[in-house]
């Protein structure tokens, strides 16, 4: 019997705030994937959006706290160490070149993110270093451009668990049960004055009073 390779999930996000749809997606994506562990990514300045609300390392305090004591899930935060826009494709270079050829590499994005895949920086890199995972979000149908579509449904596995048995080059797509909670709508909450609580976790709502984030809109 040839031993499994170790699996190593990547999910990255601004986590402007981290909160509950997040984690609960961490969770059961490892638990489906059968994988070692799950690590969030907190993007440094995401090159398609304005600027955070919190700065990076707030948001990084934030990922830390949300995470700890949960075994198997990890934070990751080589991308928030560079001065410039980060760019998925290197930090998966950067993870390639440190996890090994054999190890399997599965990268997450939900499909608000994939909707807008063609303007990534070397999109159709990215299967040279790690799977291609799409989080089917309830709001976003799984759409891309036709470039993207192609390219991917020629790397398409039918079953998530396929992925497994390779290092790296696949594409597959997933639905989870989702909580709808998002970032903005936490921030939105804050600047009004309204709850957030069982919306992240405590001690994340605690990290926001304290620093006095999100207040204006
Ligand atoms: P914002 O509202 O600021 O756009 P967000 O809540 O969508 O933020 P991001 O940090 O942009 O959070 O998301 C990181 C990743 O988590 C993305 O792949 C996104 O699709 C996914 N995600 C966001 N909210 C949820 C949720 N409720 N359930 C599952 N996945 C989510």
């Known amino acids: 019997m040839t031993t499994p390779h170790r699996h190593i999930v ?3 996000g601004t986590f402007d705030p981290i909160h509950h749809g997040h984690l609960r997606s961490a969770i059961e994506l490892k638990e489906l994937l059968g994988a070692d562990e799950l690590r969030l990514m907190p993007s440094h300045r995401p090159p398609l959006r304005g600027e955070p609300g919190a700065s990076s390392q707030q948001r990084l305090t934030m990922v830390q706290a949300a995470v700890e004591g949960e075994p ?7 991308e928030l160490g560079r001065d410039a826009a980060s760019y998925t494709v ?3 270079r950067d993870l390639r070149a440190e996890l090994g050829e054999a190890v399997t590499l599965t990268m997450v994005v939900g499909s608000d993110a994939y909707a807008r895949l063609q303007h990534w920086q070397q999109w159709s890199s990215l299967l040279d270093y790690a799977h291609l995972l799409v989080l089917e979000r309830a709001d976003y149908p799984l759409e891309a451009a036709p470039e993207v579509a192609m390219a991917m449904n020629a790397r398409r596995v039918s079953h998530v668990a396929d992925l497994a048995s390779e290092p ?7 639905r989870l049960r989702q909580l709808p909670i998002s970032a903005t709508d ?4 804050v600047a009004c004055g309204r709850s957030i609580r069982y919306l992240l976790p405590d001690v994340v ?8 984030l999100y207040q204006t809109k």
């Open 168 to 174: 790296a080059g696949k594409f597959a797509s997933v």
């Open 186 to 189: 936490i921030r939105e909450r």
């Open 72 to 78: 198997g899930l990890r934070v990751d935060d080589r």
């Open 10 to 12: 990547v999910f990255g």
């Open 205 to 212: 709502a605690a990290h926001i009073a304290r620093w006095g």
């Open 90 to 92: 290197e930090s998966l």
